[in-house]
Nanobody
Framework: VQLQASGGGLVQAGGSLRLSCLVSGGNYRMGWFRQAPGKEREFVATISWSGGSTSYADSVKGRFTSSRDNAKRTVYLQMNSLKPEDTAIYYC???????????????????WGQGTLVTVSS
């Protein structure tokens, strides 16, 4: 499984960005995490392999939306109403084990992309 994240950049507060994660090696439950400087990596969102189920961290709920296009092997994270505190490196991750009910920990995922930097200016 290989993951390639892209779409990060510099945006003003209140703006939007869409991150993409190109997935090779199958369709899996995917997660989005982020890591700000000096902080631990934290959960942002997760989406089931079909795209029919999503869940989000409270800090991004209502502002971020995850979706996927399996025909394009791509998972997306649409980020709206961005805030300076959203500044971080964003990572996509794949969970190859289809069972389980907890998907918000870094240990729930087996494969990780390289990360893409999102910077939100005030």
């Amino acid at each position: 499984v290989q993951l390639q994240a892209s779409g990060g950049g510099l945006v003003q507060a209140g703006g939007s960005l869409r991150l993409s994660c190109l997935v090779s090696g199958g369709n899996y439950r995917m997660g989005w995490f982020r890591q700000a400087p000096g902080k631990e990596r934290e959960f942002v969102a997760t989406i089931s392999w079909s795209g029919g189920s999503t869940s989000y961290a409270d800090s991004v709920k209502g502002r971020f939306t995850s979706s996927r296009d399996n025909a394009k092997r791509t998972v997306y994270l649409q980020m709206n109403s961005l805030k300076p505190e959203d500044t971080a490196i964003y990572y996509c991750a794949a969970r190859t084990n289809p069972s389980g009910s907890q998907w918000s920990s870094t240990t729930d995922y087996d494969y990780w992309g390289q990360g893409t930097l999102v910077t939100v200016s005030s």
